[in-house]
């Protein structure tokens, strides 16, 4: 499975952000989505995840209520919308699959991941 992020960009704070994930190769299977984020000096953090069938899905307690993930399984892709941008949303976005059906919240449980996309928000 291939994974390609778009949608980073430098936005003023109070903005939104739509980044997507479109998956290419072996996307028949089962897979559970995700974005993590991380920031210059920081470790890589979770996000949000999807569940495969998208009913499921979960976020860290920094985003809820801002952001919104999302995945359109037609297309092979997943979203992150993200509105009410903080500067410490700045990080570089990745998206990622694990071969599950439900959430994953750790990193080593996805086995795909996308080349990150970064999103730079300013005071």
């Known amino acids: 499975v291939q994974l390609q992020a778009s949608g980073g960009g430098l936005v003023q704070a109070g903005g939104s952000l739509r980044l997507s994930c479109a998956a290419s190769g072996r996307t028949d299977s089962t897979y559970a989505m995700s974005w993590f984020r991380q920031a210059p000096g920081k470790e890589r953090e979770f996000v949000a995840a999807i569940s495969k069938s998208g009913v499921s899905t979960d976020y860290v307690d920094s985003v809820k209520g801002r952001f919104t993930i999302s995945r359109d399984n037609a297309k092979n892709t997943v979203y992150l919308q993200m509105n009410s941008l903080k500067p410490e949303d700045t990080a570089v976005y990745y998206c990622?699959?694990?071969?599950?059906?439900?959430?994953?919240?750790?990193?080593?449980?996805?086995?795909?991941w996308g080349q990150g996309t970064l999103v730079t928000v300013s005071s």
């Open positions: 990622a699959a694990a071969p599950r059906r439900y959430i994953a919240y750790n990193a080593y449980e996805y086995n795909y």
